[in-house]
């Protein structure tokens, strides 16, 4: 998913910015956190990357932590 952002500097400047969001798998439950869908369970809104996820966000099927080393794998579309 691409998302483009355009920021407000001053009453006239802009400053647009491109930003790819990646979808990522859960490799114990097989879930995709994919960010255009957030997670509203989770209270995640649409557009937030993984990355911008907060540490003691879990998985919504399995319920294990993004923290957790070696359990989410970005996919590569």
């Not at 439950?29 to 255009?36: L, M, Q, S």
């Not at 907060?54 to 989410?72: A, M, Q, S, Y």
Request: charged letters at 30%.
């Amino acid at each position: 998913m691409v998302l483009d952002i355009t920021i407000r500097l001053r009453r006239s400047s802009f400053l647009s910015k491109t930003i790819i969001l990646t979808r990522w798998v859960c490799l114990e439950c097989h879930y995709i956190y994919d960010p255009a869908k957030g997670d509203p369970k989770g209270g995640i809104l649409p557009g937030v990357a993984f990355e911008d996820l907060p540490d003691t966000w879990r998985c919504p099927e399995c319920n294990i932590l993004k923290v957790k080393k070696g359990v989410f794998k970005r996919l590569d579309d």
